[in-house]
């Protein structure tokens, strides 16, 4: 009997029953199919993620390009663009159950902390809005990080993409 590995994506573990009939990727979703949904194949914990890289990009985006019309506020804008690029891609990254989700997820948690830092820094509205949507994403970001490692599924010091 084939001993259960880490996968390629470092999320999901594939097992003998997996291996045949091909059911597990990279975080451990089923494999598509006629009889399963995204919401259906993924954690409440990826679900509460999934929405908060959503919304963080739309209030990133919001604050950069509010920040582009203001003095002094060139940093922030940058921060609140990369943040707002690196959300939009995590989402498509952990909705396809990308061998590298984990990886940018943490990439994600040190942006969004770096302009949820500086946008702190304005008395803005938009500012101040950013600075406390990026933290709770950033939360729920490392809460589902920390799942995944306490499950066995990645395990320290374990890089995404070794067996």
Not at 14 to 22: H, N
Not at 110 to 126: F, G, I, L, N, Q
């Amino acid at each position: 009997m084939t001993q259960p590995r880490q996968q390629a994506g470092g999320y999901g573990t594939i097992g003998p029953m997996e291996q045949q009939q091909g059911t597990v990727t990279g975080q451990g979703f089923p494999a598509p199919g006629p009889d399963i949904t995204l919401e259906e194949a993924i954690s409440e914990e990826m679900r509460v993620v999934l929405h908060d890289f959503v919304e963080s990009a739309n209030v990133a985006e919001w604050c950069a390009d509010r920040c582009l019309d203001e003095q002094g506020m060139a940093e922030c804008a940058r921060l609140c663009r990369d943040v707002a690029d690196i959300a939009r891609l995590n989402v498509e990254l952990l909705a396809r159950d990308s061998a590298f989700g984990a990886e940018l997820a943490e990439v994600f948690v040190v942006a969004a902390e770096a302009a949820a830092r500086e946008c702190a820094r304005h008395p803005t509205k938009h500012c101040q809005e950013c600075a406390e949507v990026l933290p709770r994403a950033a939360r729920a970001t490392r809460k589902m990080l920390a799942s995944f490692e306490q499950g066995g599924q990645i395990q320290p010091g374990q890089g995404i993409g070794q067996f």
